[in-house]
């Protein structure tokens, strides 16, 4: 009987140990990002895209590993989301429609921010209409996230 009993225990405690590692995993976060569109004035105006706001609801509704903050000067991180744009170009004589979505990630550094680089998002699809920004931002979160080196604050 202690025979069966002991490797029971064993199991048990392997399994336990996976399910912690796994949620302490999950627990794991980047940072804090704070998460805006580029500004752009013309004629002295602020001219607000809708579809760069489109672009950063998506992130912020799937922000990944980083934890969304709603004040700029309590970010680790900002992304700056740069621009949405779509061309049609020709492939085996067929149109290819290829999108890019695009931000600048950039770490805080004292009081100022320090640029990481530019990341982004890119589809290329044989039907326009297939197009799903949802999912490229989603993608620019995950590129973001690998873009970082290593956890802030933990």
């Given at each position: 009987m202690k025979n069966l009993f002991l490797p029971a225990i064993a199991a048990a405690a392997l399994a336990l140990g996976f399910y912690s590692s796994a949620l302490n995993a999950a627990d794991e976060t980047v940072g804090r990002l704070f998460i805006?569109?580029?500004?752009?004035?013309?004629?002295g105006q602020q001219a607000a895209d809708p579809k760069l706001a489109e672009a950063v609801t998506n992130m912020k509704a799937k922000p990944g590993k980083f934890v969304v903050v709603d004040d700029e000067s309590q970010a680790d991180f900002l992304l700056?989301?740069?621009?949405r744009k779509s061309e049609q170009r020709k492939w085996k004589?067929?149109?290819?429609?290829?999108n890019t979505l695009l931000a600048a990630l950039s770490v805080r550094n004292g009081a100022s921010w320090?640029?990481?680089g530019t990341?982004?998002?890119e589809s290329r699809l044989l039907d326009e209409s297939a197009t799903?920004?949802?999912k490229m931002a989603?993608?620019?979160?995950v590129a973001a996230e690998r873009y970082t080196k290593k956890p802030v604050g933990k």
């Open positions: 805006k569109t580029a500004d752009s004035t013309t004629g700056v989301v740069l621009g004589k067929q149109p290819l429609y290829c320090k640029p990481l990341v982004g998002s799903d920004w949802k989603e993608d620019l979160i």
